[in-house]
């Protein structure tokens, strides 16, 4: 399905079929996803906070997901959704490839990675995210801007 006609397409594909769709994971505006939602395209609503406006979209999307019932999930980045998903009364589900081959970054990145035990990842008790960055790891793939 094309991102940029997602919502015709959506439309298409959820007057043929019956299993349940999740969708939005491109979808970078509110307004985006309430479209999905007061249309009915979805059954779960996915949102990337990392490339649709940061955790104040994922907020509102939230509150939008509630008021529709519909189950919201995270696409990538679970350091971040972590936090999203726990704090979202629809929220249900978390991505993750915790997995060197497919995520190295992530097995590199932080100084401590959340823990994921029997499929459920630890909230972090640090502030903010509660993460912390590997100076060494910045120095391998950062760029300094003088």
Same mark, same amino acid.
Request: proline share 8%.
């Given at each position: 399905m094309p991102w940029y006609d997602e919502r015709h397409t959506l439309e298409r594909l959820k007057a043929e079929v019956d299993i349940p769709i999740a969708a939005g994971e491109?979808?970078?505006?509110?307004?985006?996803?309430?479209?999905?939602?007061?249309e009915g395209l979805v059954d779960y609503l996915i949102i990337d906070s990392t490339w649709a406006g940061g955790l104040t979209?994922?907020?509102?999307?939230?509150?939008?997901?509630?008021?529709y019932q519909v189950p919201l999930a995270a696409h990538h980045d679970p350091q971040i959704h972590v936090h999203a998903v726990a704090a979202s009364p629809t929220g249900f589900i978390l991505e993750s490839f915790a997995d *060197?081959?497919?995520?190295? +970054?992530?097995?590199? #990145?932080?100084? !401590?990675?959340?823990?994921?035990?029997?499929?459920?990842? /630890?909230? *972090?008790?640090?502030?903010? +995210?509660?993460?912390? #960055?590997?100076? !060494?790891?910045?120095?391998?793939?950062?760029?300094?801007? /003088?």
């Open positions: 491109t979808e970078y505006s509110p307004f985006g996803l309430r479209t999905m939602l007061a979209t994922w907020r509102k999307a939230a509150v939008m997901a509630e008021l *060197p081959t497919r995520d190295p +970054l992530w097995f590199e #990145l932080f100084r !401590e990675r959340p823990s994921i035990v029997d499929g459920f990842m /630890a909230l *972090p008790e640090a502030p903010g +995210l509660g993460l912390a #960055l590997r100076d !060494e790891t910045l120095e391998k793939y950062g760029v300094k801007i /003088a």
